[in-house]
C-alpha cells in the first residue's frame, strides 16, 4: 500500500513538473467583474483566458465566488480577453494592456445565458464541476437527479471524499472526526438528524476543506463540509411548492415563498414530514470460550415513524447599498413514535436453545428545537473590505419514554418484570462573532475576527423495574447530567499571490473552558483546552487548466455530547451503548499536496494526504458483570493515515456524463486500555462510480454505484458494503415544474456486517437500519427560476 501511494505521487510530481511553464515577466494587471446579465446574480468560478493576436494564451484564470477576478502578470500589447462558463454564451472583446505595471478595470461583464445550451447540455451528474480553491474544493450540485426528489443526505453521499452510514453519520476519507456546516456555521443537524429536512434541490454546492485556513473553528480532525444553499435574486414574489411521497411511507410538503424589492427580502418557509423507516438486524455470538460455552442467536425488528413541523421566517433590510441587516426564526418540532421487538434464542454450541425471550419495546419522544439568528454586514468603498457581526442564540428541550415488555416462551412462558425508562434533555446556546477583511492592497488582504459561544446542556434519566403494582429504580439509574461550556476564539490570517502563486498564512486561538457534573456526584470533570492552531494554504497555477496546492492545517476533534453522557438506553438486554464522562479531545496535523487538471471532457483531481492524531476516539466494547456486551468511546494513544484520492470526471458526450473516485489509504493504531493493547495497522478502499443521461423530452436518468472496503481495527472487523442507487426525472409544465422519482439502496444491500473479538467470546452482527427506499416527488415553481429557491435556516451552533 505505502509503496503504491509513493509510486503514484512521483508520477504525479514529474507529470507537474513537466507541465511548468517560466513565470512571465513583469507585466500588466487586469481585473473586474462577472455576472449574469439576466439576474445581475455574480457567476462565480468562469474561465477567464487572455489571448494575443495568434489565439495564444497570454494569461487566464477563474472568477471568484462574487464573480471577481484578477489577472497579474498580463504582457502589454493589443489583446483579447475572452469569459467562457458552461450554460453560457462566450464573450470575447478587445484588451490594450499598457506597460508593465499598468493596472486596467474592465468593469463588469455580462454573460448571456446560452438558450441552445440550456436545451442540449445540462450539468449533469453529482459533480458537473469540480475546482480548487485556496483552502478547500468546491463541487457544483448541479441538476442531477438525487437534486430533485432526495434529501440533504443524498447529495453528501454522491460527494468525492465524503460517505454517509445508514444511521446517518458523515465521514470525510473514512474518518468520521468531522464538522458539518451550512452556510459556513456550525452545524449540529449530522446529530439530530435534521439534515432529512432539507430537500436535496436546495444545494447549490459543498465545499470539501480538508485543510481549513483559521478562519473556520479548529474542530474536527478529517476537515470540514460546508453545504451551501441557494438563495433568490429574483426581485419581486417568487415561491415554490414542493409534494414528496415514498415507500416505505416518506410523505413531505413544503411550501416557501419570497419578497424582494430594492429595501427588504422577506423568506419564508414551512414543511410537513411523516416518514416511516423500516430496520433489521441479526446477532449471533458465543460466550464462555474458556470453560462452559453459551451460545445466542438475536433478531431485532424496527418500525420508526416520524412526524415533524418546521418553520423559517425573516427579513434582510437593506438601510443603504453598504449597511444590511438580517433577522430570521427557525422551529423544528419532531414527534417520534418507535416500536421495536427483539427475540433471542440461548442454546449450547451445537444444540437445540435451552430458552427464548421476547422483548417489545414501544418508545414516544418529542423535540422542539428553535434558533433565533441576527446579523449585521457592512461594506465599505474600499473594494473587498467587510465587516459583519454574527448573533445567534439555540435553544431545544427533548424528552423520550421508553416501556420495555420482555416474557420468556421457551422451556416454559412466564412474564418478567417490565421495565420503562425516561430522558428528559435541554439546551442553551449563544454565539457571537465579528469579522472583518481588510484588504491592504490589490493583492494582499488581512483577515481577522472574535468568537464566544457559550453552551448549557441538561439531561436527566431514569430507569424503573416494575415490582407488582409499583415501580422502582433499576439498578441504581436515576441521575442528572449537567455540562457546561465556554468556547472564546480569535484568528489573524494574511493572504497574498506573488505571480501564479497564492499563498494564506494564519493561527487561530481558541480557549475551551468545560464542567461536567451529576447530582449523585460520581462525575465533577473540570477541563481547561488552550491551543493554538496554525494553517497553511499554498496554490500555484502551473499553466492554464493546472493548478496544484499545498495545505497545512492543525485540528481538534472534541467529543460530542452524547459520547460523553454516562446514560445508556436499555431497549436491547444483551448490547448496549454508554458515553463516557472522562473522554478527552484528540489533536490532529494534516499535510495534503493535490493537482486539479481540467481537459475538454475530462477533469482529474489527484492528491495525497498525510494525517496524524493524537488521542484518537476509538469504541472499546467490553462485558460488564451482568454479562451484557457495552460500548463505550475511549481515547488512545494516536493515529496515522497516508492515502491517495482520485477523482475523475468524464463528459464524452452532451448527453452523457460519467463520474468515478477513488480513496485509499493504510493506518496505524496505538495505544492500550485496561491492560489491553490495541496496536494496530491496516489499510482500506472506497470508492463511488456514476453515470447520467440526458435523453430527449427532458428526461434523465442517473445511476450510482458505491463501495466501501473492508476495514479492521483491533478489535471489530467490518465488512465490505456495496450498494446501489437509482434516480429519473423530468421538466414539465414549460420548465416551471418537475418530476422526479428515486430509489435508494435498491438492492437492499447497504448493510453493516462486523465481528468484535474478546478475550471470552464472539460477537457476531449484521445491520440493516434503513431498508430500500422509493420516492416521487413533485416541484413547482412561480416567479423563480429552475435551481433557484426560498432561503433555508442556518445550522445550529453545536450538537
Known amino acids: 500500500m505505502k509503496s503504491w501511494i509513493y509510486l503514484c505521487l512521483s508520477v504525479l510530481l514529474s507529470h507537474g513538473a513537466a507541465a511548468q511553464q517560466p513565470a512571465p515577466g513583469p507585466g500588466g494587471t487586469v481585473s473586474g467583474k462577472v455576472q449574469d446579465r439576466a439576474s445581475g446574480a455574480p457567476v462565480p468560478y468562469a474561465t477567464v483566458n487572455v489571448k494575443d493576436a495568434a489565439a495564444q494564451l497570454v494569461g487566464g484564470g477563474i472568477s471568484d465566488e462574487q464573480g471577481g477576478f484578477r489577472l497579474e502578470g498580463i504582457p502589454a500589447g493589443e489583446l483579447v480577453i475572452e469569459f467562457r462558463f458552461m450554460g453560457y454564451q462566450t ?48 463541487f457544483e450540485v448541479g441538476k442531477d437527479v438525487m437534486s430533485q426528489s432526495g434529501l440533504a443526505n443524498d447529495v453528501l453521499g454522491g460527494v468525492p471524499s465524503v460517505a454517509v452510514s445508514p444511521t446517518g453519520a458523515i465521514s470525510l476519507r473514512g474518518n468520521s472526526n468531522v464538522t458539518v456546516l451550512i452556510n459556513g456555521r456550525r452545524s449540529g443537524l449530522t446529530q439530530t438528524n435534521s439534515l432529512d429536512q432539507i430537500p436535496a434541490g436546495q444545494i447549490e454546492r459543498v465545499e470539501v476543506i480538508t485543510n481549513p485556513s483559521s478562519r473556520y473553528d479548529a474542530a474536527g480532525t478529517a476537515g470540514i463540509i460546508n453545504v451551501i444553499l441557494k438563495k433568490n435574486k429574483t426581485a419581486g414574489l417568487g415561491g415554490q411548492l414542493r409534494a414528496v411521497g415514498g415507500l416505505p411511507n416518506d410523505t413531505r410538503l413544503n411550501a416557501g415563498l419570497t419578497y424582494k424589492s430594492e429595501k427588504v427580502n422577506v423568506f419564508a418557509n414551512a414543511g410537513l414530514r411523516f416518514s416511516d423507516y423500516l430496520g433489521r438486524y441479526r446477532t449471533s455470538q458465543i460466550t464462555g470460550l474458556n470453560g462452559r460455552a453459551a451460545t445466542l442467536d438475536q433478531r431485532q425488528l424496527d418500525n420508526r415513524h416520524d ?60 423535540r422542539s428545537y428553535n434558533q433565533l439568528e441576527f446579523n449585521y454586514t457592512r461594506l465599505f468603498a474600499q473594494d473587498g473590505r467587510k465587516y459583519t457581526v454574527d448573533v445567534q442564540y439555540d435553544f431545544w428541550n427533548s424528552g423520550k419514554d421508553w416501556d420495555l415488555a420482555t416474557r420468556r416462551l421457551y422451556p416454559d412462558a412466564a412474564t418478567l418484570p417490565g421495565i420503562r425508562t425516561r430522558s428528559v434533555g435541554g439546551s442553551r446556546d449563544l454565539l457571537v462573532q465579528t469579522d472583518l477583511v481588510q484588504p491592504l492592497n490589490e493583492r494582499a488582504t488581512l483577515e481577522f475576527g472574535l468568537k464566544a459561544e457559550s453552551r448549557q446542556v441538561t439531561s436527566d434519566f431514569l430507569a424503573e423495574e416494575q415490582q407488582g403494582a409499583a415501580w422502582a429504580v433499576f439498578r441504581d439509574i436515576d441521575n442528572q447530567l449537567q455540562y457546561d461550556e465556554l468556547i472564546s476564539s480569535g484568528y489573524a490570517q494574511f493572504g497574498s499571490k506573488w505571480s501564479k502563486l497564492s499563498y494564506l498564512l494564519g493561527l487561530r486561538a481558541e480557549l475551551t473552558r468545560i464542567t461536567i457534573a451529576d447530582r449523585e456526584g460520581a462525575y465533577n470533570n473540570k477541563k481547561n483546552y488552550n491551543r493554538l492552531f496554525p494553517t497553511l494554504n499554498l496554490s500555484y497555477q502551473l499553466r492554464e487548466g493546472l493548478t496544484s496546492q499545498l495545505n497545512y492545517s492543525r485540528r481538534i476533534n472534541r467529543p460530542s455530547l452524547w459520547s ?115 496496536d494496530f495497522a491496516g489499510q482500506t478502499v472506497t470508492g463511488r462510480f456514476s453515470t447520467q443521461l440526458n435523453l430527449p423530452a427532458n428526461l434523465r436518468v442517473q445511476v450510482r454505484y458505491n463501495f466501501t472496503g473492508a476495514r479492521d481495527n483491533a478489535q471489530t472487523r467490518t465488512r465490505a458494503i456495496h450498494y446501489a442507487d437509482i434516480g429519473l426525472s423530468k421538466r414539465c409544465l414549460h420548465d416551471k415544474a418537475t418530476l422526479a422519482l428515486d430509489g435508494s439502496n435498491i438492492f437492499n444491500s447497504n448493510q453493516i456486517r462486523t465481528q468484535t473479538l474478546g478475550e471470552n467470546y464472539v460477537f457476531n452482527q449484521v445491520s440493516n437500519r434503513n431498508a430500500a427506499r422509493y420516492r416521487l416527488s413533485f416541484t413547482y415553481r412561480f416567479n423563480l427560476k429552475d435551481g433557484q429557491t426560498i432561503r433555508q435556516a442556518k445550522g445550529s451552533n453545536r450538537e
Open 564 to 678: 460523553l453522557f454516562p446514560f445508556n438506553e436499555l431497549t436491547d438486554l444483551n448490547a448496549q451503548s454508554v458515553g463516557n464522562p472522562d473522554l478527552n479531545p484528540s489533536y490532529g496535523d494534516a499535510l495534503e499536496w493535490g493537482l486539479l487538471r481540467n481537459w475538454a471532457k475530462v477533469t482529474f483531481n489527484p492528491s495525497v494526504y498525510y494525517q496524524r492524531t493524537t488521542g484518537f476516539i476509538q469504541p472499546y466494547t467490553y462485558r460488564d458483570p451482568t454479562g451484557t456486551f457495552i460500548s463505550t468511546p475511549v481515547n488512545l494513544s494516536r493515529e496515522t493515515r497516508r492515502g491517495l484520492e482520485l477523482s475523475v470526471l468524464y463528459n464524452p458526450a452532451k448527453w452523457l456524463n460519467f463520474n468515478a473516485e477513488l480513496n485509499a489509504f493504510s493506518f496505524s493504531q496505538q495505544g492500550q486500555y485496561r491492560e489491553q493493547n490495541f
Open 91 to 138: 464573450v470575447s472583446q478587445p484588451l490594450v494592456v499598457g506597460a508593465a505595471g499598468s493596472k486596467l478595470d474592465v468593469g463588469t461583464v455580462l454573460l448571456q445565458p446560452d438558450a441552445t445550451q440550456l436545451d442540449e447540455v445540462t450539468v449533469t451528474g453529482e459533480k458537473p464541476g469540480i475546482s480548487l480553491q485556496f483552502d478547500k474544493k468546491v
Open 307 to 366: 412526524d415533524s413541523r418546521v418553520l423559517y421566517a425573516g427579513a434582510d433590510y437593506y438601510l443603504n447599498e453598504r449597511n444590511t441587516l438580517t433577522a430570521a426564526f427557525f422551529k423544528d418540532e419532531t414527534r417520534d413514535r418507535d416500536k421495536t421487538a427483539l427475540q433471542y434464542d440461548y442454546a449450547r454450541p451445537g444444540g437445540p436453545p435451552d430458552s427464548t425471550l421476547l422483548r417489545n419495546g414501544n418508545s414516544r419522544e418529542n
